[in-house]
């Protein structure tokens, strides 16, 4: 089964590389270079250490941000989740903020932090954070309430409830809130930098499509997915290895 997945991934991939290969060669746009020519420019990148001082910058904001989101997201999470209350005051927002066009608040973000960190910063968290707080949010409702009330019987307080029951139980699904947080978190951090301040990879983006130097400019974009990929990847296989044999779901009492 293993091998089946890792042979359709392969598969997959051929699969875009040719069609971009062959797009490219076709071509559907002079500013459309080919997959070999995208891959020679990241190669050239990546040995005159260019793509590893972008990426250096890039994941300033990337990091903290995300564990910013994190901390915060899951508190408020499973604080949203624990109370009607707090879930009817404070779920709306977070709702609005996951449909909403957060780009168009970019502006807003520089005129009140300027062009620095802290504007991009915020711009990850504004993008991963909504994400990170609903699943939490969800995962802790939805935790069965069978097993809080024989939680209850055999006089567990409130906290051993939510420490050994809850907690326990929403676990799969707040790290796998966590992992689409993150790939927002990408997408966050990448934005900041095309719309704040090119600096990092977005620096590099912007300055070869200014001189019309494409396949430098799909080569750094090419390296935005693939470590995006590779990091959300690595995060599935620790999920599936600290919760083996956990329900993704419960059915509802």
Known sequence: MKHRS?????????????????????PVSYAFPTFLEAMQALLAMTLDGTIF?????????????????????IGLGLWIGLSERFDWLFSPVFIVMQAAPLAAL??????????????????????AMPV????????????PSSMKEM?????????DVILKIIIPAASPVIFSGLRLGISAGFIGAILAELKITPTGVGDII?????????????AA????????VIFLN????????LFAGNNRGYASD
Do not use: H, Q
């Open 234 to 241: 690595v995060l599935e296989r620790v999920e599936n290895f």
């Open 106 to 127: 970019i502006p807003l973000l520089v005129m009140a932090y300027g062009i620095g960190l802290t504007s991009k910063v915020f711009v990850v968290c504004i993008m």
């Open 151 to 159: 939680a209850t019987s055999f006089l567990a307080s409130d906290r």
């Open 6 to 26: 890792l042979f359709l991934k392969l598969l997959s991939a051929l699969i875009v590389f040719g069609a971009w290969e062959i797009a490219g060669r076709i």
């Open 206 to 218: 912007t300055y070869s499509r200014s001189i019309a130097d494409y396949p430098s400019m799909y």
């Open 221 to 228: 974009i090419f390296s935005i997915i693939a470590l995006a």
């Open 53 to 73: 001082v972008a990426y250096g910058e890039t994941l300033k904001p990337l990091v903290v941000g995300v564990a910013i989101s994190a901390v915060f997201g």
């Open 132 to 143: 990170i707080v609903l699943n939490t949010s969800g995962a802790v409702r939805n935790t």
